[in-house]
């Protein structure tokens, strides 16, 4: 699962200095070749894994350890962290020369350590093993710096739209395939089911705008070297912004109480069946039927449309499987992130998560499912998967929560689209610029 930025951008700085001080002592760990298979008869790995995305992980573990142990002759000391604690954990694993061989990160993460040092690239391993052209696009991407791939794809999660169908069949409803039917879409409910939000935006949802920003052509940030700059003040962002917040603000389909929601008070006010439609997370739909069993049969899901047909791009969020640059097993490290990230057990992890693998020949499967909670998300994940800017500074900017406190300006009337967007933009080049 992606991690919480907080405050992790900040300590940017630190976390080079440390990695680049435990390496030296290390010497600069082991830098093996890519070959094959290495016996581990006598050795233990040991492996990082947060807590949290799979309910009941143990179990699972137990599988992969005695399957490694088969397979390699080695251990595995499988060690579970909490997610809010775990940059800490890594900033001073890495400081101390104490880093695990195997890791679990989040994908806002892995760029940080990498470029930091800490990391070693999988790029050749990847390669040589040919599943260069079989990971999902935007996990790769997450992960890569430059040239180096940081991150083997583990496991995602993407947001698309939940909606209830048993209201679009009692109203005669399909689900929209372009902006304008989502508009045709909500006002039905909205004359119909008065007593219903048709689709709440959620200001304090970074995510919710992001697919519209791309949508309609705009970037987030772009990179010149090693520059970022941010492009919300590009025509293409202000239309997504622009047409995202009028949903709420001129077609009325949203409520003006959903200015400061978060995204779980879009899951509840879905699963307590106030909304007809949201944003929403792949690992969100079972959630509201723990929580609305009355709802089962009732909810479906559809790719967020493009302007005028095909899909808007979603935040595509998980994590990956990293192996430390200061393992002296490197070679067996890389043994057990093939088998936990391809295959039966990948795809064992993804069904007992709610989440996706990171492999497209597993992703394509799910996108092939018949079970409308499954198929519509992998489809949005396998063609419009995207990515935030690959950059730890971006991390300061999810911290600060410039882009929610733009959207919450916009949607209670506090500042014009190019208003907030322009404010926006000069906090998140301060940021890349270096300053605070």
Same mark, same amino acid.
């Given at each position: ?12 700085? =630190?976390?080079?200095?440390? =990695? ?97 040092? =800490? ?21 790769? +991407? ?13 496991? !995602? ?11 679009? !069949? ?45 949508? !309609? ?63 929403? *997370? ?11 069993? +009355? ?56 069904? +007992? ?81 270096? *300053?605070?």
């Amino acid at each position: 699962m992606w991690s919480k930025p907080g405050s992790r951008g900040l300590r940017r700085a =630190a976390v080079a200095l440390v =990695a680049a001080s435990a390496l030296a002592v290390a010497g600069c760990g082991s830098s093996p070749d890519t070959g094959g298979a290495a016996s581990g008869e006598g050795r233990t790995l040991t492996v990082w894994i947060m807590e949290g995305t799979n309910p009941d992980a143990r179990p699972f573990f137990d599988e992969v350890t005695t399957a490694f142990r088969n397979q390699t002759g080695a251990s595995l000391d499988v060690q579970f962290l909490p997610w809010a604690s775990a940059h800490d954990r890594f900033v001073t694993s890495i400081a101390g020369g104490t880093t695990p061989d195997v890791a679990e990160v989040g994908t806002t993460w892995t760029g940080e350590f990498g470029e930091a040092g =800490a990391l070693a690239d999988l790029a050749p391993r990847v390669q040589q093993a040919g599943l260069g052209n079989g990971l999902v696009d935007g996990l790769v +991407e997450a992960g890569t710096v430059g040239n180096a791939l940081y991150g083997m794809p583990w496991y !995602a999660g993407v947001r698309s739209i939940v909606y209830r169908t048993d209201v679009f !069949a009692e109203l005669g409803l399909k689900p929209p395939t372009t902006w304008d039917e989502l508009v045709q879409v909500g006002q039905a409910i909205k004359a119909a089911k008065p007593d219903m939000v048709p689709f709440p935006i959620a200001g304090d949802n970074e995510y919710g705008v992001y697919p519209f920003v791309w949508g !309609a052509g705009g970037e987030i940030a772009t990179q010149n070297g090693t520059t970022w700059t941010s492009a919300l003040e590009s025509p293409q962002a202000r239309q997504g912004i622009k047409f995202y917040s009028e949903l709420s603000t001129v077609h009325g389909l949203s409520t003006p109480a959903a200015a400061t929601w978060k995204e779980t008070d879009l899951r509840d006010s879905f699963a307590q069946g106030q909304s007809a439609m949201i944003i929403s *997370g792949s690992w969100t739909p079972k959630a509201i039927l723990e929580a609305a069993p +009355e709802l089962q049969g009732k909810i479906g899901a559809f790719p967020i449309p493009g302007p005028t047909g095909g899909i808007s791009p979603s935040f595509l969020g998980g994590s990956h499987l990293s192996i430390f640059e200061g393992s002296a097993n490197q070679d067996l490290a890389w043994q057990l992130v093939q088998m936990m990230s391809t295959g039966e057990f990948a795809q064992k992890w993804g069904t +007992e998560s709610s989440f996706f693998p990171g492999t497209t020949e597993l992703l394509n499967q799910a996108a092939a499912s018949s079970d409308p909670l499954v198929a519509p998300f992998a489809q949005q994940m396998v063609d419009a998967g995207r990515s935030v800017p690959v950059t730890p500074l971006y991390g300061q900017v999810q911290g600060k929560k410039t882009i929610s406190t733009m959207m919450s300006s916009i949607l209670t009337g506090a500042a014009t689209v190019d208003q907030a967007t322009s404010t926006a933009a000069a906090e998140m080049n301060q940021i890349f610029a270096g *300053g605070a």
